[in-house]
C-alpha cells in the first residue's frame, strides 16, 4: 500500500517503521522538511528525533504535509498532535482526500495546565468526528488511539487478553484498517469494532484514564481487555 503519514513523533515514526517493514511504500509529512531534519537528538521523553530516524530508515520519505497526500495514496495516517489535523487537511486540495480511508490516531489532549492532560474536545463530540464532519468524503476510522506505540505495532509484547478499539462509517474502510491492523500483528478477535464515528468520543474519552493507569504502572506497555461472562 502507499501509505501517507502525517506526523513526526513517535507515533508517525513507529507507524512508518513497522510499515514500511511489512512493505508498503511509506511516506511521512511535517510542517518543514529542513527543519526536521535537524532533529537528531532525543526529546525529553527521549523519544528519537525523526532527523535521526530517517537516516536511521532511508526507505521512508519526508515531506511536507501538502506533499504527503497524492493520487495514490491508498491510506492516510494522522499522527498529529491535538486538533492539527483540522488546519493541515483543509490546506491539502480536497481532490486528494475525497474518498481516501484515514486512520485517525490522534487523540485531542491539552497539556497547557501540565500532567495529566484533559481534553479539547470531548463528551457530546470527538476529535474523529470533527475530522469526519469537515471533510465528509474522507472515511475516518478511529483505530490504535488507546495503545502506546510500542503496543501499537507490537501488540504480541503483551500477554493475556487485550483489544483494540476501532469505529467509523464505513464498513468497507473499517475492513481495509482491519487488515493494516492484522498485518501489523493484531488478532482480529482482540479488535472491537464500536460502531460509527460518534463512537470516538468514547475511545478518545478513554485518554484521562490512559494516563493515571500509566503514572501508576509506570511503563506504556499496557493495555485493557474485555472479559464478559
Ligand atoms: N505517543 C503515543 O504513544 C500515542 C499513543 C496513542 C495516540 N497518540 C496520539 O497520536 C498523536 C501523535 O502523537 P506523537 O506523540 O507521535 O506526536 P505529537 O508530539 O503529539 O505531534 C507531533 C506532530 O504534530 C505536528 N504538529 C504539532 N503542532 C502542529 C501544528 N500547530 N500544526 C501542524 N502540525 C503540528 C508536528 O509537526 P512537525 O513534524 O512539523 O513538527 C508533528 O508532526 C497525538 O494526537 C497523540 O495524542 C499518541
Not at 23 to 41: M, P
Not at 159 to 166: A, D, P, Q, V
Amino acid at each position: 500500500m502507499n501509505i501517507a503519514i502525517l506526523g513526526t513523533g513517535s507515533v508517525g515514526q513507529a507507524l512508518a517503521g513497522k510499515l514500511m517493514s511489512l512493505g508498503n511504500d511509506v511516506t511521512v509529512g511535517t510542517r518543514d522538511v529542513e527543519v526536521s531534519l535537524t532533529r537528531v537528538e532525543p526529546d525529553r521523553m527521549g523519544n528519537m528525533g525523526i532527523g535521526q530516524f530517517m537516516v536511521d530508515n532511508p526507505g521512508v520519505k519526508l515531506v511536507t504535509f501538502n506533499d504527503a497526500i497524492n493520487s495514490d495514496t491508498d491510506l492516510i495516517i494522522n499522527a498529529l498532535g491535538g486538533e492539527s489535523i483540522l488546519e493541515v487537511l483543509g490546506a491539502i486540495d480536497p481532490n486528494l482526500i475525497d474518498s481516501k480511508v484515514m486512520i485517525d490516531v490522534a487523540n485531542p489532549l491539552d497539556f497547557s495546565n501540565g500532567f495529566p492532560p484533559s481534553l479539547t474536545i470531548c463528551n457530546t463530540t470527538s476529535l474523529g468526528e470533527q475530522v469526519q464532519t469537515q471533510f465528509p468524503t474522507l472515511k475516518v476510522v478511529k483505530a490504535l488511539n488507546t495503545v502506546s506505540n510500542p503496543v501499537m505495532i507490537n501488540p504480541t509484547a503483551l500477554s493475556g487478553n487485550h483489544n483494540l478499539f476501532i469505529c467509523g462509517n464505513d464498513m468497507d474502510a473499517k475492513n481495509i484498517v482491519g487488515g493494516v491492523l492484522i498485518s501489523m500483528g493484531w488478532n482480529s478477535s482482540q479488535i472491537i469494532d464500536l460502531g460509527d464515528i460518534t463512537n470516538a468520543r468514547g475511545t478518545e474519552m478513554f485518554l484521562p484514564l490512559w494516563v493515571r493507569i500509566f503514572g501508576k504502572v509506570q511503563t506504556p506497555m499496557f493495555n485493557i481487555g474485555i472479559v464478559t461472562e
